[in-house]
């Protein structure tokens, strides 16, 4: 009875088990597709990536980092992959194992799969185990120590198998680092795991270790619990050093993370503690020649897509020699004493803390340099400041130079246009009126001429006189008579007048009162100006309507000429040939006023003036008295 109720425990304790790797396997698969098949174009290949522990286990995470920036880098290929967190160190029983292959032939049996990776020993011994879950698939081994290299090649996946391989040379060179550190070391710590694949990891440092025993001791602390470890190393022997390999399971059969263990190892030990991968680096191994899982997983994409587009595994051989890098703790440098001279040539050193010449070095050379420029500075600001001056005072008389020329350029051409007028309406318009008259004469004296003929004399004497009040136009154009003779309202509606008739555009004047006394520079810049804008209007803006706006505001004349026409940018007025802007600027500059231009495409355009008014006597002597 007790053995049929120990069968029974047995029995439940078995189906317990399997349900319970079926449900943790399916939580475990993730970054997994649909396993049903699909089409597929002809460069599309699919990887199922078998990792031996779970995805946030650290050596998963860097194998995984590599794999992908491995394949980013393909073109040519669309690699598509499934990966699969087997967590094989906790399910280590044979029926657990039978499920897992069970589940993955389910899931990938018509899933067209074109390659499998496995990484890491314990992948590797499930694929050699099942060798028919993936039938006639090439397999790469990712992470596998040298020392089971041999056995690999002779499993059952022989022919279709090829590695990326862990050196054991780098072992060595791990176990020689440490000895040239601490010559005068007489103990050497080994620790590992009692998981089988603690063990095949553990051999090559055990095979270096026991060919040195001659030179030191070896302490082998593999195989028990964790708290004996530890308890161990709290007791270690002076000139002591301690090699760590990896711990997944422990004599007591609790499952840990090597990292996890190292870090309490460290706590307790004060030996230099010497470890052969990557992912040891900061908790607590000094460093050497360290196994990189990313590169190797970097290495293994390399490998798999060489196998995609048509290599075998047997022309593919072992590769992986060059995964390891050469990194060191500086802290850990620091707390064991070993010099930094000792290091090889191309180790890089991590986690090294700042001195205060590495924190305040920019501050340091800042102040040095502020301190050592600071006298030429001081002289040649003291230099730019004369030159300056100097160049102030040189660009001051040129620019008084300059508005005096201007100046003298517009009386001068005022002067000019004035007796270009009074030569066209004293001399050419008078003789032209004579001869209208004579022709005149002429068309009366011809009554016994032919009709024709008179005709002709009629439309002669009718073209002479238009001719006549053009030149006429012209002269007051060139030189307004009216603006002296009328004053500027006058002057400025009469302008506006002719050009409305002229242009048959209409042109709007708002005048308000205006003072009597309008200095004539004053009121001929300001005519010049709107008849200048009226010209530019005519020629440029095809405006529909005009605006002339005038007035006193205090001691100013404001201006203003408005259209609707198409408008222009002011900024690209300054680079066209024409020279309307810049005159009438120029013009209101020598009465010492202020132009504005406000415009934009399609927009119109509005044209502002200010030119100062002269205070009348009284106002001056009411500001005296004030």
Known sequence: MHRNILNFCSFSLITFSLCLAVLLFTGMASSVQAAEPLLRGDNEKRIVVLYSVTRDFPATEDVEKGLTEGFANEKRLAVQVFSEYLDLSRFRDRQQRKALADLLRQRYGDAQIDLV??????????????????????????????????RVLASSLRGRVTTIIEPSSVTRGLVESALRFKPKTTHAVLISGSYEYDQVRTAALRQTLEAMQDKVELLDFTGLSLGEILERCERLPPDTVIFFSTLFVDANGRSFVPRSV???????????????YEMYMGSGIVGGPLISLRLQGKKAAEVALRLLQGQTPQDAPPAG???????????QLQSHAIDESLLPPASTVLFREATIWDLYKHYIIGVALLLALQSMLIIGLVFNLQQRKKAQAALSDSQRELQTLAGRLISSQEEELSRLSREFHDDYAQRLAAVAIETGTLE?????????VRERIGHIKEQLINLSDDVHALSRELHPAIL?????????RSLCLNFSDRESLPVTCHMNELPDDIPLDTALCVYRVIQEGLRNIAKHAHARHVDIFLKRSGHHLLATIEDDGAGFEPKCARHTPGIGLASMRERVQYVQGEFTIQSAPGQGTAVDLSVPLPRREHEKTANTAG
């Open 117 to 150: 990776i496995g990484v890491d020993v314990p992948a590797a011994t499930f694929l050699m185990e099942n060798e028919t879950l993936f039938p006639n698939l090439p397999v790469l081994l990712c992470s596998i120590p040298e020392t089971l290299q041999e």
């Open 262 to 276: 190292l870090q309490s190892l460290a706590a307790h030990a004060e030996a230099p503690i010497f470890g052969p």
């Open 321 to 331: 020699t060059d995964t390891y890098l050469s990194l060191y703790d500086w802290r």
């Open 444 to 452: 009366l004296q011809a009554t016994g001429i032919e009709a024709p």
């Open 484 to 492: 002296k003779d009328l004053g500027l309202e006058r002057a400025v």
